[in-house]
Antibody, heavy 128, light 112 residues
Framework: EVQLVESGGGMVQPGRSLRLSCAASGFTFENYAMHWVRQAPGKGLEWVAGISWNSASVGYGGSLKGRFTISRDNAKNSLSLQMNNLRVEDTAFYYCVKDKGEESSSPVTIPSFSFDSWGPGTLVTVSS | DIVMTQSPLSLPVTPGEPASISCRSSQSLLHTNGYIYLDWYLQKPGQSPQLLIYLGSNRASGVPDRFSGSGSGTDFTLRISRVEAEDVGVYFC?????????FGGGTKVEIK
């Protein structure tokens, strides 16, 4: 069974930094692209960032303006999100999300940009 | 960025009756490979979202066959053939073709 468990959320002042982590298990982590999706309380979903299986390709949501960095450690089955210069509007639940992946001729999947497993989320509150 | 517009915002439904949700994208979601990069997700109350439909019309693993997705280009529909009480929640469409990936605003389905 796929399990994704986020950690690192909490309350932080505007302008400060926070690093989120996601521990993955139940699947071959190194074969799949991964993503972060966030949701402000009571609001809709926003794609934050995605990263390919080998970290060669990364992408970010349009509103982040270079403040966030996604990374992964395949040896540790771990996904991270470094968030700098946090703003009040970054307040949200942050979900670690597994890409469904398309089969390829190798064990590594091609990113499908469909999200078939989600963690429970971690709440980041940015407030003075 | 691609804008995803869902309607209605709220949908009261009667158990056993059909229901449908519309999603429109500001650009075509048809890839040259023939696939439509449009997904549907359901977020039940107090839970994380779950994948219902991927690539426009494919049900995700474990999703009941009362859920179906259709559409082409820029207009898409999620249909529930016979609504059950467990189907309440917020439904989101999402496009996966153009970066950055973007979601619709959501449709809240509740029992009448």
């Amino acid at each position: 069974e796929v399990q994704l468990v986020e950690s690192g959320g909490g309350m932080v002042q505007p302008g400060r930094s926070l690093r989120l982590s996601c521990a993955a298990s139940g699947f071959t982590f190194e074969n799949y692209a991964m993503h972060w999706v966030r949701q402000a309380p009571g609001k809709g979903l926003e794609w934050v960032a995605g990263i390919s299986w080998n970290s060669a390709s990364v992408g970010y949501g349009g509103s982040l303006k270079g403040r966030f960095t996604i990374s992964r450690d395949n040896a540790k089955n771990s996904l991270s999100l470094q968030m700098n210069n946090l703003r009040v509007e970054d307040t949200a639940f942050y979900y670690c999300v597994k890409d469904k992946g398309e089969e390829s001729s190798s064990p590594v999947t091609i990113p499908s940009f469909s999200f078939d497993s989600w963690g429970p989320g971690t709440l980041v509150t940015v407030s003075s | 960025d691609i804008v995803m517009t869902q309607s209605p915002l709220s949908l009261p439904v009667t158990p056993g009756e059909p229901a449908s949700i519309s999603c429109r994208s500001s650009q075509s979601l048809l890839h040259t490979n023939g696939y439509i990069y449009l997904d549907w997700y359901l977020q039940k109350p107090g839970q994380s979202p779950q994948l219902l439909i991927y690539l426009g019309s494919n049900r995700a693993s474990g999703v009941p066959d009362r859920f179906s997705g259709s559409g082409s280009g820029t207009d898409f529909t999620l249909r529930i053939s016979r609504v059950e009480a467990e189907d309440v929640g917020v439904y989101f469409c999402m496009q996966g073709l153009h970066a950055p990936l973007t979601f619709g605003g959501g449709t809240k389905v509740e029992i009448k």
